[in-house]
């Protein structure tokens, strides 16, 4: 379990807290890293000599900027974008663009913060970054989602290149949204660079399992958990928070790998579906209507709605965040464990507030964190450039055999991790530690940068 920080961690942690203020994912993103890295320390003095940790919490360059546009209507909005390159000792910037009303500079330097050491466990050559606004697409007509995207990346392109920065889609950023930004980044510079984008459709520079592969990669180290354990998935029960991309991918390869999952939710309530969910009809629903999954239940009778119902109060075998941060408290976690659950999945990043994590550790159940267990995503981003630099396109099948491999890797280095750091079975610690180690050998080698 996460232990109290040295009082050399301590200090580091409160001066970044002063001179961050009022960004709390942020600190609680920081404070959950900090709290692995004591005997890391011990091992490595030169990284208290170099002042890695105080580096790596700053990041390297933070970009906000005016994102006006205009409604069918003619009405003028203005809202505000970011994007914070946080870490490119590893390589070019690499993370996704969050369109959702919650966002602001905290929480857009929370997930860069934990992009940086999710992407250095791929194994994989690129750096950490994040991004977003605070525009919301939910009730937005097709133009209207065009000329605000059109006008976030007016002022973005500058700060991005396949060399630089390559951002994907997060929260309320799909292939429409990626599709009118790629776009506009064409018309501005002239060029047909592939490589800026990832997430794309695949009639145009996209890769096949990209959609899918959150979801999947979640899986598969679920997997490799259970494995670690002498156990599997097959008839396993399953519930998984939200009703998005992850959540969808995530049950779809759950019930490929023989699993029944009875329940998913969304932001107004949870359906109960205890033959197991109809994921052609979700899709549908979710992926074509867009609409909410109260019309799941309409549409199937021996499913339940629960308005404003708690998806974790439905007992299960394995539970999978995969919404959204903090959404998953330690009055959640204990209801989760007394229900007889034996393993967590992070599809969503940071979905578990400390209280939560605590609880899981101590418990002992399988616990797979999110820069470990959602990694999946920008690893197959890092597919897709690979495929835009060659000019070349994968099967479904080999890419995704390529994911397969790299979560089982990363489930290895943890595991080793934790293990080669007296805590065998801690991801938490294993995935800090792992990410942290390789970020901070790069930042040596390269000098005071």
């Not at 301590?10 to 900090?34: S, W």
């Not at 000792?89 to 997930?111: E, M, N, T, W």
């Not at 197959?380 to 396109?393: G, I, V």
């Amino acid at each position: 379990m996460a232990v109290a920080m040295t009082e050399k961690l301590e200090t580091v942690y409160q001066q970044i807290k002063a001179r961050n203020p009022g960004e709390d994912e942020f600190h609680q993103a920081v404070r959950e890293v900090l709290e692995s890295l004591g005997p890391v320390l011990v091992k490595h003095p030169e990284f208290v000599e170099q002042k890695i940790i105080e580096r790596v919490s700053e990041p390297e360059r933070q970009i906000i900027f005016r994102v006006p546009w205009q409604d069918d209507k003619g009405e003028i909005h203005i809202n505000r974008g970011f994007r914070v390159q946080f870490n490119s000792a590893l390589g070019v910037y690499k993370g996704g663009l969050r369109f959702h009303p919650s966002v602001y500079l905290g929480i857009i330097k929370f997930l860069g913060f934990e992009q940086v050491f999710k992407n250095a466990l791929t194994g994989m050559p690129i750096g950490g970054g994040k991004g977003g606004s605070d525009f919301d697409p939910k009730g937005k007509s097709d133009g209207e989602v065009m000329r605000f995207c059109q006008s976030f990346m007016t002022e973005l392109y500058r700060h991005l290149g396949e060399y630089t920065d390559v951002p994907a889609g997060d929260i309320g950023v799909g292939g429409r949204e990626l599709g009118y930004m790629f776009g506009q980044y064409k018309r501005i510079t002239n060029r047909y660079e592939s490589t800026v984008l990832t997430g794309k459709g695949v009639a145009w520079g996209g890769s096949l399992v990209r959609t899918e592969a959150t979801g999947y990669g979640a899986v598969f180290f679920v997997r490799e958990m259970l494995a670690a354990r002498k156990d599997a998935l097959e008839g396993k029960t399953c519930i998984v928070s939200g009703s998005g991309n992850v959540a969808l991918y995530t049950i779809e390869k759950l019930q490929q790998l023989g699993a029944k999952v009875i329940a998913c939710s969304d932001s107004n309530g949870v359906i109960v579906h205890e033959k197991g969910i109809d994921l052609p009809l979700l899709k549908q629903i979710k992926e074509v209507e867009r609409r909410r999954i109260s019309e799941y239940a309409a549409r199937h009778e021996d499913a339940k709605y629960l308005p404003g119902g708690d998806v974790w109060d439905i007992p299960c075998q394995i539970a999978m965040p995969s919404a959204t941060q903090n959404e998953l408290t330690g009055k959640d976690a204990r209801t989760l464990v007394k229900n007889g659950c034996i393993a967590v999945g992070e599809g969503a990043n940071m979905p578990t507030t400390p209280e939560g994590v605590k609880v899981f550790l101590e418990a002992k159940i399988a616990y797979g964190p999110g820069k470990a267990a959602n990694a999946g995503g920008v690893a197959t981003s890092a597919l897709e450039m690979q495929q835009n630099s060659s000019r070349d396109s994968w099967s479904f099948e080999h890419t995704e055999r390529r994911l397969d491999s790299i979560m089982t890797n990363i489930h290895a280095s943890t595991w080793e991790t934790a293990e080669e750091y007296g805590a065998p079975g801690n991801y938490v610690l294993g995935a800090n530690i792992a990410g942290f180690v390789r970020v901070a050998k790069a930042m040596l080698a390269l000098g005071c940068i």
